[in-house]
C-alpha cells in the first residue's frame, strides 16, 4: 500500500495495516539548512529527500512562499493573493485600479488606487524570521488602517476575476506520485470564509475585534465583495484535479470563539463541504491552537479532516479526549496528535518522550481514523533522532488494529502542565454592594461602554466620589470580573478589549486626579515579545488585563531584541519583566534575556514571568524564570503573586 492510498483510506474510515506517519519538516528544513545544522546523513538533501530516505510519507498541505515561479506571485501576499502550484486558480484585478510596487521579497510596499481611493500593503521577511525557517512572509503594514478603507477594498474585491488553472497543480501533484498527498489551497492563507479573510490578512489582528463591534456596516460591505470572490472560487476548487482542499487555517477557541466561529466561519465550511463531498472531495480544517470550546463544533463542521492537532501538554484538550469525541464516532480523521514540544529538549526530557508515546498508543486504540503528524509543525531545534524513532514507534507499534487498554499515566513533569478541573475563577459580582453611581461605572466597564463610561465619572465626581475609589471600585473590580469571566471561557477577546477601552476611555478624565492625589499602582510590568517573533495578540491581550487590573504597563511591542529588553529594565525599574514567544524557534531568546539581565546586575531586582504557546512549566523552571503563565487570565494571577513575592524579598 502506497503512503497516499493509506492516507486516503484512513480519511475514509478504513482500518489499514499501520498508521500513516506525515511529519511536517519545512520549518525545521529551511531552518537547518541556512545554519547548516541539518543533519550530517541528510547535508546534500532536500526536504522531501530526507523524508524518503526516512520512510516517512510527504506533508503537502501548507504552501511554499518560498518555491514561487517567479517574485510576482507573490506581490499580492498583502491582499492575501497569491499565485503558486497549490493554488488551483488566477485572479486578475479590474482595468480601473493602478498597481504601485515598491521595494523587493525582504520589504514589498504594494499601493492599489482606485476610483474610491487608495490602500496599501507591505509585507517581506526579517533576518530573524529567515532563520526560523519561516515560509510566509509577514504583514507588516495591513491594508485596513481605519474606516475609510473597507470601501476600498470592497471595490477591489467585488470587481476582481478568478479563472481556473490547474497545470502547474497538476504537475507538482505528479511530481509528489503516491508518496504523499496534495491539498490544493483557499486564499489569505487558507480562510475559509469572508469574514475570516479580513481577519487573517486585511487588518491587525488585535484591531480586528475592535472593528468587528464598531464598524458593522462597513464590514458587511467588504464581506458582500468577498463573498462575489468566494462564489467564483468554489466550482473552481470543486473542479479541480485535487482530491482534497486546504480550506481552513488558524482556528482556536480565543481568535475564532465559539460565538464568532458559528456565525462567520461555520456557514462557509459547511456550504464548502456540501458542494466538495459531491464532487468527492475532502475538506481540510487547521485548528492548530487551543480547541477546547470548539470540540463539539468542530466535530459538526462538516470537514473530513481536522489537521496539526496539537493536544496537550501544548494545549488543555488531550489526545484521549481528541479521539474519543472526534473518531471513535467517525465524524472527524486527526491528522497530527503529537504536540511539537515533546521533541525539544528544552521542554519535554526523554523520558517524557517515552511517555507521551506510550500513552499515544493506549488512547487512539483501536487506530482508525488516526494519521499521525506533528502538532503544528517540527520546530527548527527538534531532536531530529526523536522525529526519527517516533517514525520508527509508529512502524512497530502503530500496526492496527491497536490493541485496547488502559492509558499509560504521563509523566508528572508533564501533569503539571494539565489543568484540574476547578470551581469557577471568577471574582465575586460586586455590583449588588456598589451604591448606584459606582454601580454605574461598573456595568459600563462590563458592557465595554466607551461613551456613556465618562459621563458616569464625571458625574461621581461631581457627587465628592474619590478617584480613587472610582477607578478601584468602579472600574478595576469589573475588570477583574471580565478577567475571571475570560479564564473560564464565559467571554472572550471582543468583550476584554472592548471593556479596557471604557476604562482607558475613563482614564482620561481620572488619571489627572489621581496624579494630584498620589495615585496608588500595583506594580509596574515591562512586556514584550522577543526577537524574531512577530505575534502580538496574546501579548496584547496580557498587557490589556494587566493594565486594566491596575498595574502599569510598559509594552515593548514585538520583535525585541534582548539588549532593548535590559535597557528597558534598567530605565524603567519594573517589578515584573514578561516575556512573549509564540514560536519554538523563538523560545530560546527568553534564556538569552534572563542571561543578559543577570550580566547585567539587574536579575535579583525583578520577578520574570514567561508565556506562550510553546512554553511551559519545565522551560520555565530550567531557564530561571520566576513563573509561567499558560493564557492571559493565569498571567494577571501570576503577576498578583510574582509582585507579593517580590515585596518580600530583601531586593524587592
Known sequence: MTHRERILRVIQGEMVDKIPYVPRIDLWYNANQRAGTLPEKHRNRSADEIALAEGWALHKIVPEFLKPDSSEDIVHRGLGLVHLKEYTYRFEFSPDIDIIMEGDADQMRVVYETPLGSV???????????DAGASAPWIQEHAIKGPGDYKVLAHIFGNMTFKPDYDRFVRWESDIGDHGLALESTPALNAGSPMHYIQKVLIDATQFFIHYNDYKNEMAELVEALTHCYAQLLPILADSPAKAVYWDANVDSMITYPAYLKKDLLPWWQKAAEIFHTRDKLLFIHPDGENNLLMDILADCGADVCEAVTPFPMTKVGIDEYYDRWCRSGKLTIWGGIPESILLEKSSTEEDFKAYLDHLFKAIAPGDRFIAGIGDTTPPGAVFDRLVRLGERIETEGRLPLKAGAAVLLSPELLTARPAPTSSSVPSDTSQVLDKDLRLIQEDVLKGDNVNIKLHVQHALALNYAPQDILNMGMLSAMEIIGGRFKDGTVFIPEVLLSARAVNEALTVLEPLLAADGRIQKGKIV??????????????LVSTMLKGVGYDIVDLGINVAVDEFVHQVSRCKPDILAISALLTTTMPQMEHIIGALQRAGLRSKIMVMV???????????????DGYAQDAGEAVELAGRLIDINKLSPSG
Open 120 to 130: 496599501s500593503t507591505t509585507h517581506g521577511y526579517t533576518e530573524e524570521m529567515k
Open 527 to 540: 512586556i514584550g515579545t522577543v526577537r524574531g517573533d512577530l505575534h502580538d495578540i496574546g501579548k496584547n
Open 611 to 625: 508565556g506562550g504557546a510553546p512554553v511551559n512549566d519545565k522551560f520555565a523552571r530550567d531557564i530561571g524564570a
